[in-house]
């Protein structure tokens, strides 16, 4: 089955720096890949996806990139700012049938003031 | 839209009891709902996916004899966690997909903690 691994699992930065969280999969049939932000004891919120036909997506100050070949995929914040402190996870899905998502670990991100 | 919901929010029940988690889709109607466990300080571990009006799919290592799913219509999914113990602790999520709606995107609801004493 899928694997997805993501690093680092915790991230601490500055105020106005730009964070990256880098996930592996495993399973290269899987085509659609979400983000997530889920803030203590709140449920998890999308804040970007792509799908496999896609390199690059970007919405504001996240983007997503996707490298089909390496089976890699990375979230980009830029200007980070305090509120963006929270617990981002990436996961893998098939775009068919039940679409089961795959969570990573999660990564701790924290931006000082 | 996609408002998922959860109730109840948090629970404290007693060893050995069963505690019910209801997850319902108030504006969409649900095709599949998935069942989600999270420990503290740990990503979300499926647990089941269930779809209206058949019997749940539980993923390896999940006792579909402990954790019961009941998927009675397109708008209501049901976790029992039966003869609780405090390893079963933990913060439960449910989430949807929608029947007609654009994308392939998962609904969460805000999660129900259950404390087990």
């Not at chain 1, 889920?38 to 690059?56: A, F, Y």
């Not at chain 2, 948090?10 to 069963?18: L, P």
Request: charged share 20%; glycine share 6%; with cysteine.
């Amino acid at each position: 089955g899928e694997n997805v691994e993501q690093h680092p699992s915790t991230l601490s930065v500055q105020e106005g720096d730009s964070a990256v969280i880098k996930c592996t999969y495993s399973d290269s049939a899987s085509n659609y890949f979400p983000w997530y932000k889920q803030e203590l004891g709140k449920r998890p919120q999308l804040i970007i996806d792509i799908r496999s036909n896609v390199g690059e997506k970007k919405d504001q100050r996240i983007a997503v990139t996707l490298n089909k070949t390496a089976k890699h995929f990375s979230l980009h914040i830029t200007e980070t700012q305090p509120e963006d402190s929270a617990v981002y996870f990436c996961a893998a899905s098939i775009d068919t049938g039940f679409q089961k998502l795959v969570f990573g670990t999660g990564t701790r991100l924290l931006v000082s003031p | 839209g996609a408002v998922v919901s959860q109730h109840p929010s948090w629970v404290i029940c007693k060893s050995g009891t069963s505690v019910k988690i209801e997850c319902r889709s108030l504006d969409f109607q649900a095709t599949t709902m998935f069942w989600y466990r999270q420990f503290p300080k740990q990503s979300l571990m499926l647990m089941a996916t269930s779809n209206e009006g058949s019997k749940a799919t539980y993923e390896q290592g999940v006792e579909k004899d402990k954790f019961l799913i009941n998927h009675a219509s397109l708008t209501l999914s049901t976790l029992t966690v039966t003869s609780a113990h405090p390893e079963d602790s933990s913060f439960y999520i449910c989430s949807a997909i929608g029947a007609g709606l654009a994308g392939v995107e998962q609904y969460f609801g805000p999660g129900t903690r259950l404390t087990v004493t």
